[in-house]
């Protein structure tokens, strides 16, 4: 029997946890938690640990994997335009990916020369099964709410709770669970 689990990009050993979505509380206190994972996306690449080539689309990598390169809470901080809360790890540490502006310049960064961002078809075949599901999920998420929603910006970051029907508002007396429906 085939399951989620024997397919490409499917489940893995994630709690997507989508309870927690909408808990105002909860994730403020991820998102300043030090055992928080966090992700960087810009254009839909990921960023991807040391810098090199990755295979084209449809080349086999023959080298070592390179790794997504994980961040902690310092990630949030780096002036990013959307968050999505992709879930917990089996331990229970949160996971979140950030959509970094077309014009942050990884460069002029701290990051500088560890990491670079990556095609995300060439990143899937370096990524380990886990990593490039997270990635391949967060670029489905962010590029669905840039070319189908339009995820408005609000205080200058987007947080995008649900992936179709329905976006979360951070706004200031906007009391948890306060996910808006959106028409498509």
Known sequence: ????NDLPLAARPIDRAAHRRTDADWLEAARASKDVLVVLMQSGEPLLEGEGPVPGFGQRHHGPPRPLFW???????LGHQAELFLGVDTSGAPIFALDMPGDWDLAASPLQGLAAFEDMRGAAGVLSALEAN???????????HRHRVRARPVFGVARLAYAFPARLDAVAGCAAGCAKPIAA
């Open 1 to 4: 029997m085939v399951t989620s």
């Open 71 to 77: 961040l902690g809470p310092e990630g949030f901080r």
């Open 134 to 144: 997270l990635a391949a999920t967060a670029r489905s998420l962010f590029e669905w």
